[in-house]
């Protein structure tokens, strides 16, 4: 199923609404990556809270979507990491570092306004 | 008791229904939701290896128990190539696939046990088990139901 993608104000926020399969999660990445470009976006809000397995196929790829939208321009922060999903990623060695990582969305979109707003006090 | 399970592991689609099956076994078993979790991820990366090196395979989850434990074994056959160098391979950060290597060893490190035969030019089998421990209540109940209490 393919994960909705709004547009809130200069960000954009995929809310995934089911576990996916690898060629799903693919598929964010491209389209996020395009995204960022066409809406000219900062920042992208991953929500990940209906995933209830994070492996190591899935840990890589939230990376790799990161630094894709970073290369393109956009912070990503990762919101909704279930609790029992946090130890089963701690058990198996994964993590998402650097990738910025926030409670919910509203911790997020703080996080968001706080980058981009520096960025701009330093002239970017 | 719930039935084994048997599932077919053809593509990456059906990691997303092996993933969930497994967790609804380890809830019916009495599993927390947390050893669910770790064995949903546990099942996913053997079988995103079957995936990735061997065409796909098959997986069996087989429920067990004895007096004093219940647990879940999960069964992981393909007929790929195998794996030269198994030690090898069950060391952080071997893999050269998408896994980053860390998917095997995690396995083994969450289950209570864990065996793979991969070089005997039979393609591999995974065999692991998780445990958990059944209490007084869960046995007499059993006991009683046997028309022992």
């Not at chain 1, 960000?11 to 389209?31: G, M, T």
């Not at chain 1, 089963?88 to 981009?116: G, H």
């Not at chain 2, 030269?84 to 998408?98: F, H, N, Y």
């Not at chain 2, 083994?108 to 005997?120: K, L, P, S, T, Y």
Request: proline fraction near 2%; avoid cysteine.
């Amino acid at each position: 199923m393919t994960v909705p993608i709004l547009k809130q104000g200069g960000y954009l926020i995929a809310s995934i609404q089911s576990a996916l399969s690898d060629s799903e999660v693919l598929e964010l990445r491209d389209s996020l990556a395009e995204r960022v470009g066409t809406l000219r976006s900062q920042g992208i809000v991953i929500d990940v809270a209906a995933l209830d397995v994070i492996d190591s196929f899935a840990a890589r790829s939230l990376k790799t979507i990161a630094q894709t939208a970073k290369l393109r321009g956009a912070d990503t922060v990762i919101v909704g990491i279930q609790p029992d999903v946090a130890v089963a990623m701690v058990q198996f060695r994964l993590d998402l570092s650097p990738v910025q990582t926030a409670l919910d969305l509203e911790e997020a979109l703080a996080i968001l306004d706080e980058r981009t707003k520096k960025g701009r006090a330093n002239g970017r | 008791m719930a039935g084994e399970v048997r599932l077919a592991i053809a593509s990456d689609a059906d990691l997303v229904q092996a993933r969930a099956e497994a967790r609804a076994l380890a809830g019916e078993l009495g599993f927390s939701r947390t050893d669910a979790t770790l064995i949903a991820t546990a099942i996913s990366e053997i079988a995103r290896n079957m995936v990735v090196h061997a065409d796909g395979g098959e997986i069996v989850l087989v429920p067990t128990s004895d007096d004093v434990r219940s647990g879940v074994e999960v069964i992981a056959r393909d007929s790929g190539p195998g794996i030269d160098d198994v030690e090898r391979a069950l060391q952080e950060g071997s893999g050269t696939g998408d896994g980053l290597g860390l998917g095997l060893p995690g396995a083994r490190r969450v289950m209570d046990e864990f065996e793979i035969a991969a070089n005997d030019g039979r393609g591999t089998v995974v065999r692991m088990r998780k445990w958990r421990v059944r209490d007084e209540l869960e046995r007499l109940r059993e006991g009683r139901l046997n028309g022992y209490g």
